[in-house]
């Protein structure tokens, strides 16, 4: 895995952490700000490992549907769910008065963790097998 990728699952973890620590306090909107971060740099190391890069979060979603979540390699799931929590981010982000619940932090800190648990696996980091990437890709 190119090291631009394993940085950006670091950042991911912290982030996941982030999230779980301002559910806790109650910072339900910061906190699915927090997921939808780990969500956007466990996609950005996928698309680095794969030579991608973009500039923006649409460009980044677009290409993570085009050349990851179309041909298989990870679950279209997580590519509808990290386009759902950049809607719910920027809604949360934006609005004087956010109306995010403890339920809805709580749901999307669960979809944050499996869409990272998922780039990891496909970058062969959860088990250490370096090959789980390069098998995928050469299809």
Known sequence: MKPEAEERLRRADQLLGAAKD???LGYYADSIGRSYYAMFHAA???LLDMGIQRGSHHGLWSAFGQFVASPGLIEARHHRAGTRL???RSRSEYL???TDTREDA???LGTARDFVAACRRFLGTQTGDTGA???KSAN
């Open 96 to 98: 004087a008065t956010p």
């Open 133 to 135: 990437h390069e098998s």
């Open 86 to 88: 950049f809607a719910a």
């Open 22 to 24: 301002l559910m806790a």
């Open 106 to 108: 709580e749901r999307d």
């Open 44 to 46: 950005t190391a996928v």
